[in-house]
């Protein structure tokens, strides 16, 4: 039952944890080391990548379909709550912030986002702080656009629109 549940056909929109949205372009049989694997062939457009997944580590790795609705709007949600500011060291943090991006979860992805987003009037973020920004916004922005069948620069764009509307209001008392 739960194989059937994670059956992916040709064209589907799919999310492999460390690398994002990508689609299925094959289902490929092939004869590796005497023993017949079935893999799902996986094309991730951004990346200009190809990368071939065994049909039964498909739940081990991790990966999924697209998010449902109402995954995602939780994740939108998040984007409007309370910035989290840790006081950890910046390394430790960041080791955090990418194991949310690589896990894949929507709402851990928009969680980073909303974390490290800084407003115009914001005092400049480092450039680690700006790179783990962008994989997480871009990640997001790749999963709401093929979920809302626009583009990602659209998608971006989305966000980007909502994090500006709250995010003002969390930082006038600073």
Known sequence: ??????????????????????????????????????????????????????????????MRKLSSDKTLREALDTLKGKPKVKRTMWSRRAQEYEAKINSGDLVSIAEV??????????????????????????????????????DEPAALKKILAILNEHAPKYYEAV
Do not use: C, W
């Open 1 to 62: 039952m739960a194989a059937k549940a994670l059956a992916f056909d040709v064209g589907d929109y799919v999310v492999y944890p460390k690398h994002g949205v990508g689609r299925v372009v094959e289902l490929q049989q092939e004869e590796i080391a005497g023993m017949k694997l079935e893999l799902y062939v996986l094309r991730f457009e951004k990346e200009r990548m190809t990368l071939r997944v065994p049909v039964n580590k498909v739940e081990a790795i991790g």
């Open 113 to 150: 986002t909303r974390d490290l987003f800084r407003a115009d009037d914001q005092p400049e973020q480092s450039y680690s702080e700006r790179q783990i920004f962008e994989a997480a916004s871009s990640r997001l922005a790749r999963e709401l656009a093929a979920m809302e069948k626009t």
